[in-house]
């Protein structure tokens, strides 16, 4: 089994292939398949870090390019893929910035990889990683479910509401058997802040405990739905492994979240870090980030992605103790 | 004021260009414009007919060309448009047929000419024709409203999905002011069925009147929101001149419909029919029509489109009656 990962260099790409190559292999349809000969990270330049081991393990290919130059993509299919994943994405904020590049890697790419995908024709388990940002606007219900409608308030949203349609449309024509997972806000990213506008999400737990006081740019009463790296891992795998036909027509499903407020995240890392010292959380509000985040969903409805299947941490202190256990003492610290 | 309205040389097309040059002027935000200089039509190729005297009209400029070759479009715009009406496109069974074609022309043929609005840096109004194709599935309401989620089952409605996506985004960002039409189907197109699922609808009232049998590939029961042309033209018009405020952050609207029975059609043929001779209806079942039909929403809920004044014909025999005045009595005959 050949498994591709776009953006499969940056955190939650590295991660995933960690998870399938300790699974050795993914059990489509829920039926045990072979193993994992090789996964492929497709990323646009190599990552600020590895995860230890990953990329000196020999089933593990890494590939550099533009996922918005076709020739790029369909370099990448020189052989066929069990399963793609395709996390590549310019994130919210970088999109707000610039729209062109936003249509152009998020629209145009993902089309790329669709059509080389559809080329192989061998009918490619597909998961695409959508958003919570496909939901915002005045219509938006105050708890979104999957049968809301998309109506995002952010480029980036609007491109992943686009790939939901486009995995629908190429499911139903046969071309390849695809999933969207919307994904909440992923937390504790390692490393450094980026361009999404819910980077601060992490950056309350991760600065902290790195002793680093971090900038709330919202108010603490701020709802967010959230879901540890582990668990949206998990999902990703699980999405991709359940029969089509639990799926129904519409094939984007909603990662189950917590909807917890800034306030109780901030108070969830105060309950785990006992003894540490912790760098101080300043509120410091950002109207840019303050209005991106207002057009995002503050509760979602896990009904649908539960009976799926698809994981929930049990609390916020759950999470923040496994991302202390993988980064702040753990061999990846 | 300038005004570009692609498939221009299509039925509603003309019929749209013709409302236009009689009222000599759009409302836009419910104020009088200044005068109608030129109406630019382009479309594919010349039509199968023209409606008399359009043409001729010194205010209407023709333009051929493949909207899917970015040149071309670009070169609709050597001057600046006021208004742009975006009617080319694909249709529904044609989709089904060449997916690639529907994906180039409605999806690259509509950023193609939306990149060039924006290029025009003014704001213009745009109204882009969306269909209740774009609503579908197994998640589907029973009765269908603006809210409903877009869950399209072709690849035609999951195109116009896709411009509704973009008709916001371009908005939201201020690259001009958009809208979409979702459009029911259209009644009574003169001339040849085309290749739409639903070109049947037009064709059971069209050929009995033209003394020729017609085949009705779907069971009588059918539900199916239908519209008069004279008020598609006028809730697109209407559509375009309405303050943007009164949209909202989701500027789709479904143009009103009457929700009717396919049976029914065919008995408000015979009502006004009078002594008339009428082909016969033959009902002959197609699977291939009944599935995309099927498909699609059986009711919709008008109650937003008539808040914002958009028209709805008062029978389906208004609607049979005028059909007949235009183009079978009339001098469009």
Not at 19 to 37: F, T, V
Not at 295 to 307: F, I, K, M, V, Y
């Amino acid at each position: 089994m050949n498994i591709l990962i776009t953006g499969g260099a940056g955190f939650l790409g590295q991660r995933l292939a960690m998870e399938c190559l300790q699974r050795n292999c993914l059990n489509l349809d829920d039926k045990p398949g072979p193993a994992i000969e090789k996964i492929v990270l497709a990323d646009v330049a190599e990552p600020p870090f590895w995860h230890s081991g990953l990329r000196e393990n020999n089933k593990v290919d890494t590939r550099f390019g533009d996922i918005s130059d076709q020739n790029w993509v369909n370099s990448l299919f020189d052989h066929t893929y069990d399963a793609v994943f395709h996390l590549a994405s310019i994130v919210s904020g970088h999109g707000e910035q610039d729209f062109d590049l936003a249509l152009k890697v998020n629209l145009d790419g993902t089309r790329y990889l669709f059509e080389s995908i559809r080329a192989q024709d061998n009918s490619a388990r597909v998961v695409f990683t959508s958003s919570l940002a496909a939901f915002g606007g005045d219509s938006m219900p105050a708890i979104v479910a999957d049968h809301a409608k998309l109506t995002p308030m952010t480029t980036y949203g609007a491109t992943k509401a686009i790939g939901e349609l486009l995995i629908n449309d190429y499911s139903r024509k046969g071309f390849f058997d695809g999933r969207s997972a919307r994904l909440p806000t992923v937390i504790v990213r390692p490393g450094k802040p980026n361009l999404a506008a819910s980077s601060f999400v992490s950056g309350l737990f991760r600065e902290p405990l790195a002793g680093v006081a971090c900038d709330i740019p919202v108010d603490p009463s701020q709802m967010m739905p959230v879901l540890g790296y582990r668990s949206i891992v998990n999902g990703l795998i699980r999405l991709a492994e359940l029969p089509a036909a639990d799926l129904g027509t519409d094939r984007g499903v909603g990662l189950p979240s917590i909807n917890a407020t800034v306030q109780q995240m901030m108070d969830a890392l105060k309950n785990v870090a006992g003894n540490r010292h912790l760098g101080e959380h300043v509120i410091k509000h950002d109207a840019v980030i303050d209005k991106i985040v207002k057009g995002w969903p503050e509760q979602t409805n896990n009904d649908r992605a539960l009976s799926l299947g698809l994981p929930l941490d049990n609390s916020l202190e759950d999470i923040v103790q496994y991302y202390i256990d993988d980064y702040v003492d753990g061999s990846d610290a």
